[in-house]
């Protein structure tokens, strides 16, 4: 099927189109963000473990709280607690606005709106990938999972960065006030769609019981519980931190101005944006964790560019190869999840891949920061780069791990306690 017909089919649905719209925007307005509250970080500190602590101030909540939002999004309306997050955030964004326009934002600030943004992304991620399959038809999932990150790439990684870049030159609350109002469009868009009803639980438990049995299937399941280990030492050391390193290189290393910064990203999304593309038309692959991994292992060399770039315009192929690499293989991983795991299960499943496989990621992008102010960015980038390839390596090789390609366990079956 060609990628126009399953889009134009797709998008033929109010409940997809109305998700897609609102999130669409909400992304646009995440691009002009991360721009901004980099350029604000770097320009108040010159300090790149400042940057790196805020960082890790965000992922530390959504690290925390995604089991127990996984148990949350299996119990109860995965579309209201969407609602409920992204007006949450766009009440976050709004008061960091009202901080700057009475010139009394501090970095404490700062970092306590990492921690409660965090918080709500936690809730957020799982809710998303439950929800999805509920209004969306099974044989349209691959064209749902494919234009989601085609649109995040072009309005979170390519427009927003590019915009956010130059707003952020005139303005960072004018930057992040916009932020702030795409949150309140996609709080709009999930208001106007129909109510989804609860998930069918046949036997409520407690919620450690609950999140007990996604860890279970998690454990049970091979190809789940080896790549997510794998994928958690890359993203903690090397892809995690690849925004902050390469951020502080442009802007303190090599001297660019801001707008350059915002270029960067915007680098990164069109490279996402094409990817996504190119991967509505592809089949799915027979072979689906070797595709998986190959794509996240070539994603990998691009930390070797990282190490020795000497100039800005070598930092901005590291996410022509890095980005195409690691949304392919997202884009696998993904399908795979709602395919193979049980539906009742996969809000759990979906957080305990987000736990794991961002566990690491809030102490590595600070250990990054910290380790790359004493030894530099090159130094810290070539090592972390053949440390995360290893485990890559290791999976791609596993018999173990392919059987789930060959000889699939049915998605109706839930591990018993």
Not at 13 to 28: D, K, N, V
Not at 158 to 170: K, Q, R
Request: proline share 7%.
């Amino acid at each position: 099927m060609s990628p126009r017909p399953a889009l134009a089919r797709l998008l033929a649905h109010r409940e997809p189109a109305l998700l897609l719209s609102g999130q669409t925007i909400s992304q646009f307005g995440d691009g002009v963000a991360t721009v901004a509250f980099t350029l604000l970080i770097l320009d108040r500190t010159h300090s790149i473990s400042a940057l790196a602590w805020f960082s890790a101030a965000r992922m530390a909540p959504l690290v925390a709280f995604l089991l127990f939002g996984g148990a949350t999004v299996d119990r109860h309306s995965r579309r209201l607690l969407m609602l409920a997050s992204d007006s949450g955030r766009a009440l976050l964004t709004g008061g960091i606005v009202a901080l700057l326009l009475a010139h009394a934002l501090t970095m404490g600030d700062l970092l306590a709106f990492a921690v409660a943004f965090g918080t709500f992304d936690a809730l957020f991620m799982p809710s998303f990938t439950a929800l999805t399959p509920e209004i969306v038809p099974a044989e349209l999932l691959p064209a749902m999972n494919a234009v989601r990150p085609f649109t995040s790439q072009v309005m979170g990684n390519m427009i927003g960065p590019a915009v956010g870049g130059l707003l952020a030159a005139v303005s960072t609350t004018a930057a992040i006030a916009v932020d702030c109002a795409t949150f309140v469009i996609s709080a709009g868009a999930l208001a106007l769609m129909r109510p989804t009803p609860r998930p069918d639980r046949p036997q409520p438990q407690t919620m450690l019981r609950e999140i007990a049995a996604g860890w279970r299937y998690v454990r049970h399941t091979t190809w789940l519980w080896r790549s997510l280990l794998a994928v958690t030492i890359g993203n903690a050391l090397l892809f995690t931190p690849m925004g902050v390193l390469i951020s502080f290189a442009l802007r303190h290393q090599m001297h660019v101005s801001k707008s350059v910064v915002g270029y960067y990203f915007a680098v990164s999304g069109a490279a996402g944006a094409l990817s996504s593309l190119a991967a509505t038309s592809l089949p799915t692959p027979r072979r689906r964790v070797r595709a998986m991994w190959l794509a996240w292992l070539a994603a990998g060399l691009s930390g070797f560019l990282l190490a020795g770039a000497t100039h800005p315009w070598e930092l901005f192929v590291v996410p022509v190869i890095a980005t195409p690499g690691i949304l392919i293989g997202n884009i696998i991983w993904e399908s795979m999840l709602q395919v193979e795991v049980p539906r009742d299960l996969l809000g759990r499943v979906s957080s305990v891949d987000w736990f794991v496989s961002l566990g690491l990621s809030p102490v590595g992008v600070a250990v990054a920061g910290a380790v790359s102010a004493r030894v530099g960015v090159a130094a810290y980038a070539l090592v972390a780069t053949v440390v995360t390839l290893v485990p890559g390596l290791m999976v791609i090789a596993s018999p173990r791990v392919h059987a789930v390609d060959t000889h699939p366990r049915p998605a109706t079956v839930t591990p018993e306690a």
